[in-house]
């Protein structure tokens, strides 16, 4: 039977052409918006894992690196530096800016390090130790046309652009200063006069001595500085994650829920008029005397061999458009090649595609032989 059907795809080669584009470009709508949820996790946890700390301090009950405000008071790093087990300590400060240039506006989320927590994935230039240098997110770059050396100026005081990075979240490019530079922000811009709104220091990295005692290390960190909460890199990761699913969950969910309807849709449109295009072949089956279990399985086979020409070209297509989108929007990332969410799509792509035979199959099956020959002929 698996040879019959193969035959049927053979002959009627412009048809198992268009139907095979079909499938392959309504499975690739879904997995581009899932390849694109799946995008939105991993940077919202690479944001904290790139800053290569074994643990992370908190203010109090903040569970979260984005989308959240922690202050720290300022002599809470000297009782974390004298804390047993500690090697070293970085502190880091979040500011949420608007840049404004060329009337256009574009909210930037500034990470100021000291040494260590600057950033990673730098794709061009250099990091600045000290001084008004600022690294920019790609995206940012990208939007308003700007290249190392060029000025980027926040409210009035001006940055010069050193080097070019790729790291965003929850859509939002960022950018990295260092302390002499927000200092020099605070003091000589416009937001001098506001500058008690501004925390100091909103996070402190923590490397430890010795692996095996990160747990140990923050549960006395936890006891000894009760002003604070303290978190693996991992943890505060999968956090920021979980934020990240609470965020774009619904709305990829109601996305793909859409998607998955009108793939329905589609595959049940394109699978009926199949089958009732193989009319004659099913009506001189059932008329050689081919039980109903041959006609299920003519229908299965024909099912998964059209998606297993379509899969592989629905990956391509995911693939191409991904990366037309990254390059025209770089704040954005698509996974596509993530294997569970593969192995879900497919397997939810087999299931819509076989719902979708049924129907024009139990048609098909319940036809007289003779009247649908007749039919055919005519």
């Given at each position: 039977?698996?040879?019959?059907?193969?035959?049927?795809?053979?002959?009627?080669?412009?048809?198992?052409?268009?139907?095979?584009?079909?499938?392959?470009?309504?499975?690739?709508?879904?997995?581009?918006?899932?390849?694109?949820?799946?995008?939105?996790?991993?940077?919202?946890?690479?944001?904290?894992?790139?800053?290569?700390?074994?643990?992370?301090?908190?203010?109090?009950?903040?569970?979260?690196?984005?989308?959240?405000?922690?202050?720290?008071?300022?002599?809470?790093?000297?009782?974390?530096?004298?804390?047993?087990?500690?090697?070293?300590?970085?502190?880091?400060?979040?500011?949420?800016?608007?840049?404004?240039?060329?009337?256009?506006?574009?909210?930037?989320?500034?990470?100021?390090?000291?040494?260590?927590?600057?950033?990673?994935?730098?794709?061009s230039g250099r990091v600045e130790s000290e001084g008004n240098g600022i690294v920019l997110d790609q995206a940012l770059a990208k939007k308003y046309a700007l290249k190392l050396g060029d000025p980027f100026i926040v409210s009035d005081f001006q940055f010069v652009i050193t080097g070019i990075t790729r790291e965003a979240a929850f859509m939002m490019p960022f950018a990295f200063i260092t302390y002499d530079g927000v200092l020099d922000l605070f003091l000589e811009s416009e937001i001098a006069p506001d500058l008690s709104v501004f925390p100091l220091l909103s996070f402190i990295l923590i490397d430890v001595t010795d692996d095996k005692s990160i747990k140990s290390v923050r549960q006395a960190l936890e006891q000894k500085v009760p002003e604070i909460d303290v978190f693996s890199s991992e943890q505060l990761a999968l956090n920021d994650q979980e934020l990240g699913k609470d965020f774009f969950g619904p709305i990829i969910g109601v996305l793909v829920f859409v998607g998955f309807i009108l793939m329905l849709m589609v595959i049940g449109l394109l699978m009926y008029a199949n089958m009732a295009r193989n009319q004659r072949n099913f009506s001189v089956l059932k008329a050689l005397g081919f039980r109903e279990k041959a006609l299920v399985s003519y229908t299965v086979y024909y099912v998964v061999l059209l998606l297993l020409f379509a899969f592989p070209l629905s990956l391509c297509l995911a693939l191409i458009i991904s990366s037309i989108i990254e390059s025209i929007a770089p704040v954005y990332l698509f996974v596509v090649f993530d294997l569970l969410m593969l192995l879900k799509v497919s397997s939810l792509t087999l299931l819509f595609a076989s719902i979708g035979s049924i129907i024009p199959f139990l048609i098909l099956r319940k036809c007289d032989p003779v009247i649908a020959l007749q039919s055919a002929n005519t």
């Open positions: 039977m698996l040879k019959l059907v193969y035959r049927q795809l053979a002959c009627g080669k412009a048809n198992t052409v268009i139907t095979v584009l079909a499938l392959a470009a309504a499975i690739a709508v879904i997995i581009i918006l899932k390849g694109f949820e799946q995008g939105q996790y991993l940077q919202l946890k690479n944001i904290v894992l790139n800053r290569g700390s074994d643990l992370v301090a908190v203010q109090k009950e903040v569970k979260n690196f984005i989308a959240t405000r922690s202050v720290i008071p300022q002599l809470v790093r000297q009782k974390v530096d004298s804390a047993p087990g500690v090697k070293a300590t970085h502190p880091i400060t979040t500011l949420p800016i608007i840049y404004n240039k060329q009337g256009r506006q574009t909210p930037v989320y500034l990470i100021v390090f000291d040494s260590s927590g600057g950033p990673s994935n730098l794709l």
